[in-house]
């Protein structure tokens, strides 16, 4: 299917790129005073391969917030809402709100709340201080046990999720949530429903890939803050709860190192409300769409997985027909956005890749001209670090998207930056999607610094083995680097690639 027509304008604004749009005019080939002042767009493509190296001056990560540091405090007590949240629904005239009310426990025995202790109300309307309408919700609550002697168990808060409905799109709304019963509403706080479908679109769509909670992640909020977006794309690995003990105390960006004798993998989930509390200045007044990432996997007792991003984020599942949080969809304007779920089954034969081939057989190119999919670890990435590790979900899925016209595909895992050319099954295609890795948030683990194609960093054929699905490493067989591992050079489907961390900025 050809692209849209209209024009497209991406930006990426990384921590260590604000030169961004000189190099992309460089990558074109086009070293004119009038290139350099524009940014290129694909129709120029494909560009010949750039790397940008970190600089060596340059740390490559940075340590965690303390617990108690001021940004992640609990700023109300129960029975108060914090830790609010927005989020998008199918549809613009929709959004959901999400809070935390109560003391979640941690301890070796842990009583859950009862949730039908307190309402789910949102008081909204159009006009500050006028609360002309109230919707009710749902609560829950999710418990994150470890069958391992000496390992402490933890119960959170009561979540709230309460879905507002009949908006008018395009417009600010003013609200407070909570409990009007027991006289704990929130604080005032305002939202602005994205646009309709058709010629509208968001004003802007940040991205961010593995953020965590360290002092580099505050320089991304902040930075992103500025920005002004309409809605944030969070590509998975959010918290970073697993990357320390039960116990808590102080993470480490590599647990395996740092722990080797740990019964499984740990997680602190205080961390999680720590994280809700600093993302709340941002995400109580801009939706936030999340998908899962390896991050979010905590392996508990019995066997299950993902119960915090289970239990605290609100995704349109339901409305979209996908009927998991794991994989949904969503309009903004005139983009239809797509996350894909890479931790459950994504074969032919699965539920996930139906309900994908469903949803865009029924995207009208009239109404959502523009289609956008995310998820989280990449397809392609020529870094060393992740090289070729779902490869498999790459076979399943890439015709799909191929055969639909899917313009952009988001991903983070890899932790740094990477921009593809137009690619199709490793070649060179006009008609295939822009790959863009946004990798690294500023979470505890090291920005990559290593490429495949650098002498002695080609990963073996055992490395890189995913968290879920199947082992697929290939050789390639055509181009230059036919029937090897790896490229010698910088593959010809990689445009631009930099060890950086940051977020984009997606202008549609």
Known sequence: ????????????????????????????????????????????????????????????????????????????RPPFPEQIALAASYSPSSIWVSWITGYAQIGTNVTPADPSTVASEVWYGEESGKYSFLERGTATVYSQLYPFKGLLNYTSGVIHHVRLQGLKTATRYYYKCGDSSLMALSKEHSFVTLPSCGPRYPHRIAVIGDLGLTSNSTTTIDHLSKNDPSMILMV????????????GGKGAPCFSCAFPDAPIRETYQPRWDAWGRFMEPVISRIPMMVIEGNHEIEPQVDGMTFKSYLARFAVPSQECGSNSNFYYSFNAGGVHFIMLGA?????????????????????????????????????????????????????EMEGLLYDYGVDIVFSG??????????????????????????GDGGNIEKVDVDFADDIGKCPSESDNI??????CHLNFTSGPAKGKFCWETQPEWSAFRESSFGHGILEV
């Open 236 to 247: 998975g690995d959010l918290s970073y709860a697993n990357q320390y003990l039960t116990t």
């Open 343 to 395: 931790y459950v089954d994504y074969n032919m034969t699965g539920a996930q890749y139906a309900w994908l081939r469903t949803d865009l057989h029924q995207v009208n190119r009239q109404v959502t001209p523009w289609v956008v999919a995310a998820w989280h670890p990449p397809w392609y990435n020529s870094y060393s670090s992740h090289y070729q590790e779902f490869e498999c979900m790459r076979q």
């Open 466 to 471: 995913p968290e879920y699905g199947g082992v």
């Open 1 to 76: 299917m050809d692209s849209p027509t209209i024009a497209l304008l991406l930006l990426l604004l990384l921590a260590f790129a604000a030169s961004l749009p000189a190099t992309e005019a460089a990558a074109s080939g086009r070293p004119s005073e009038k290139a350099a002042r524009r940014i290129p767009t694909t129709l120029d493509g494909p560009f010949r391969p750039v790397t940008r190296r970190l600089d060596p001056s340059l740390r490559r990560g940075s340590d965690d917030l303390p617990i108690d540091h001021p940004r992640l405090a609990r700023k109300v």
């Open 413 to 438: 895992h890899v932790h740094a930056y990477e921009r593809m050319n137009r690619v199709f099954n490793y070649t060179l295609d006009p008609c295939g999607p822009v790959y863009i890795t946004v």
